[in-house]
């Protein structure tokens, strides 16, 4: 007779391990592969040079490959710039949504609508408001004289960026904000009733009460945020794919480019590993600094 | 405090409901200054788009893909994220952390030898081409929304079925599944908005029109001398109204999915 523990055990083990193995077939293997063909000279378009082995040789081209660096920084600032004001903007708006005592079913619908839209249809959008003369952000601004007849957001290196950024933001704030609406709700109200018996002010309340008490949350939202913003790929394709030049590609984009377009699957791959040791870099960076604020708690 | 939300909702709205006028504005209009109420209706891209375009096929496709993989995901993924939340066994937060951890992956750093495994089986622009690649993020998402959600479940009623001497898998299978149902269709609904929102895969890993799906058809919309604006955009409004639906019916469903997977770790 086997014991109800071992029992549990034993099916504890059959429920996940169909999980498991698609994880490990899809996922864990192919993951190890890319770094396998990173290692190798792979031309699709010349199969007769064969896939011979290079050792570390792609990784180096990439460390002196100008279009590769600027991509890598490329990607670093957007994420620096955009995580934060989506941060600062889903608090505002969590807090808007969270004191709508009539209507938030209605806010909360709205603002689930951006979230929930294909990127590819916000980049389609916004490129459309943006778009040459007839563009509905072109024609006020011009309307006022704060933009020049003939300008072009998508011909400049730093302008193309702006509707990049603003789909990004547009589309991202509402996610943070239903993170931080559900952290707002679990705070308990009469903190609020005693701080203000203690005469604190509304703003008071928010920087003593509110934030810190959202803190896990804003953790977790920015380290969501923050990997998605270094993978950056849909965005920049369908707005400017990585135009005027490439100033506004970013890194995923440049692998995309020497992979399916270049057909160098050595090389391609080896830009896909600096993608992800970027995003595994910034996470365990991520859990240290959680950690270490955790242990101040205590 | 009503005028700012008016404010916010707007600046959330407005991109939307400019893409649904702009969609059924006529291509001349739409390149003189455009105006904020539409003036007259035009139902001429969205003919364009279904006669001449035949939009249907990466509706289809999108359909058949999303679908697919939602139907496939889920029991694995109830399973094993019922084991995760319930049982005891070793390297259950070593496996939620790499659940989470794959979840987080950045898709192109898995297309190389992705496209090359498809190639090799002959899966190149085919549906089971796009299900198996989708199975990287739907999996651990679903696992992940899952567990959050097995957690809040009352214990008392399986294990009472359990001292009764049912199996921990009939106690899973009646008494916990159908009472789950809320969880199911919740990690469905976001599964499935997912796989319909896929784009990266889905342009590498279909050849020709007859697989695109949704995005990656309206993405590579090409006019003869510039984009065609109108029929790009009724376009995005179709691919958008499947979501506005979910949404508006499962907003509670979607938002406690969100919350459950992000907020309890």
């Known amino acids: ?298 | 405090m009503i005028a700012v939300r008016a404010v916010i909702v707007g600046a959330l709205l407005f991109p939307l409901y400019w893409m649904l006028v702009a969609s059924f504005t006529t291509e001349a209009r739409l390149f003189e200054a455009p105006s904020l109420v539409p003036t007259a209706i035009s139902l001429e891209h969205y003919r364009a788009l279904f006669d001449t375009r035949d939009f249907l096929v990466p509706v289809r496709n999108s359909l058949v893909v999303a679908g697919f993989t939602t139907i496939f995901v889920i029991p694995i993924a109830a399973l094993c994220a019922y084991a995760l939340a319930r049982m005891p066994f070793r390297g259950k937060r070593l496996l939620l952390a790499l659940v989470l951890a794959v979840s987080m992956f950045p898709q192109i750093s898995i297309v190389a030898p992705l496209y090359l495994g498809l190639r090799t089986l002959g899966l190149l622009n085919t549906y089971p081409g796009l299900v198996l690649p989708y199975l990287t993020f739907s999996m651990p998402l679903a696992i992940w929304l899952l567990t959050g959600f097995f957690r809040h479940f009352p214990r008392e009623l399986e294990e009472a079925a359990m001292l009764d001497g049912a199996s921990r898998f009939r106690a899973l299978r009646e008494i916990v599944l159908p009472l789950a149902a809320p969880g199911l269709a919740s990690t469905a609904i976001l599964t499935f908005l997912y796989c319909w929102n896929e784009f990266l895969f889905a342009l590498s890993f279909t050849l020709g029109p007859e697989r695109y799906t949704v995005p990656v058809a309206i993405a590579l919309f090409r006019g003869r001398y510039q984009v065609p604006w109108g029929e790009v955009l009724a376009g995005a409004i179709v691919a958008t109204i499947p979501v506005v639906i979910l949404v508006l019916v499962f907003q509670r469903h979607i938002v406690a999915g969100l919350t459950a997977g992000a907020t309890k770790g």
Request: net charge positive; charged share 15%; proline share 5%.
């Open chain 1, 1 to 298: 007779m086997v014991s109800f523990e071992t029992r549990e055990r034993r099916t504890a083990v059959a429920f996940v391990t169909p999980a498991i193995t698609v994880i490990a077939m899809v996922a864990l293997v192919p993951i190890a592969l890319t770094f396998w063909e990173a290692l190798h000279s792979h031309d699709l378009r010349l199969p007769w040079l064969g896939r011979p082995f290079v050792g570390f040789d792609n990784f180096a081209e990439a460390a002196g490959d100008g279009r590769f660096q600027a991509a890598f920084v490329r990607t670093i600032v957007f994420a620096l710039v955009t995580v934060p004001i989506e941060i600062a903007c889903g608090v505002a708006l969590a807090l808007v949504m969270h004191s709508a005592i009539r209507g938030r079913a209605f806010v909360r619908a709205a603002a689930l609508l951006p979230w929930a839209v294909p990127t590819v249809v916000a980049a389609l959008v916004w490129r459309f408001m943006f778009d040459g003369q007839a563009g509905v952000v072109n024609v006020p601004l011009r309307a006022v004289g704060m933009m020049e007849a003939g300008f072009d957001w998508f011909v400049g290196p730093l302008t193309a960026w702006v509707p990049i950024a603003l789909a990004d933001i547009w589309k991202s704030t509402p996610f943070v904000a239903v993170l931080v609406l559900a952290g707002l709700q679990t705070i308990d109200t009469s903190l609020y009733e005693a701080a203000a018996m203690d005469g604190a002010g509304r703003v008071r309340q928010f920087f003593t009460i509110t934030l810190p008490l959202l803190r896990p949350v804003l953790v977790v939202a920015t380290a969501f945020r923050a990997l998605d913003a270094l993978r950056l790929f849909d965005l920049a394709y369908v707005l400017t794919g990585g135009g005027p030049g490439s100033s506004t590609e970013p890194l995923s984009l440049y692998a995309f480019i020497a992979l399916l377009q270049r057909l160098r699957f050595g090389y391609g791959s080896a830009i896909s590993i600096a993608v992800f040791l970027l995003t595994l870099g910034f996470a365990l960076l991520w859990v240290r600094a959680l950690g270490r604020t955790l242990e101040g708690d205590r």
